[in-house]
């Protein structure tokens, strides 16, 4: 909890405000357990959540997301 309310969503609303929504996706890899008003309020600070599970699948969707 305290490196993703503190340390991760902390620094994304520093980063939107800094750079704006258009240059950057603030994002955290999460892997076990949290409390859901925890991840809540992550995301209305902007940071993405992604769930480490299923790795491949992320990787696929970035790659595709490349320009030619």
């Not at 603030?26 to 790795?55: D, R």
């Amino acid at each position: 909890m305290k490196r993703l309310n503190n340390d991760a969503a902390a620094k994304a609303g520093t980063w939107l405000k800094e750079f704006g929504t258009n240059q950057v996706v603030p994002a955290a890899m999460l892997s076990g357990v949290f409390k859901v008003i925890n991840l809540v309020q992550a995301q209305e600070v902007g940071l993405t959540l992604f769930w480490a599970h299923k790795l491949d699948d992320l990787g696929e969707y970035i790659s595709k997301t490349k320009e030619s």
